[in-house]
């Protein structure tokens, strides 16, 4: 074989091989990318889905499940810094024995939505702090 040709065609090889590489290591990252905002926006789901805890029809079950999401959002957001920031205040106030503050908690909340970019824009204090409690009463 040509000296040449040997080398034209390994040159090709090695820049085929390049741009495959990088093709795999971009679908790589959108993955993890993905991945990361698909945990990030469950958190948030569940964060709202157990709001309950916070009025006065609260069960253990749902104190229970709002305390884990709580627990979680320092892992899930570590690399949001206006989400471990207002994190840090309301573990402060566990800390202190202080009632649960509504303000930093919808803070929170807030910053978590921006971190993903979900529009919360369209829903008020109350939206947060008024969840569905649909009560079944006993058949007639």
């Given at each position: ?12 090889s090695a820049a085929l091989s390049l741009v495959v590489t990088i093709i795999l290591a971009r679908l790589a990252f ?74 930093p908690l919808l803070k929170l909340w807030r910053a978590m939505c921006d971190d993903v970019k979900i529009n919360h ?20």
């Amino acid at each position: 074989m040509n000296p040449e040709i040997a080398a034209t065609a390994s040159a090709i090889s090695a820049a085929l091989s390049l741009v495959v590489t990088i093709i795999l290591a971009r679908l790589a990252f959108v993955q993890f990318r993905y991945a990361r905002r698909k945990l990030k926006v469950n958190t948030i789901t569940r964060l709202l889905a157990y709001r309950g805890a916070l009025t006065s029809t609260k069960s253990e079950s749902m104190v229970g499940e709002f305390t884990v999401v709580l627990n979680e959002i320092g892992m899930v957001f570590h690399d949001s810094s206006d989400v471990v920031d207002l994190l840090k205040k309301c573990i402060e106030n566990v800390i202190k024995n202080r009632p649960i503050e509504y303000g930093p908690l919808l803070k929170l909340w807030r910053a978590m939505c921006d971190d993903v970019k979900i529009n919360h824009e369209q829903f008020s204090d109350d939206f947060f702090f008024t969840p569905f409690n649909v009560k079944h009463g006993d058949p007639q």
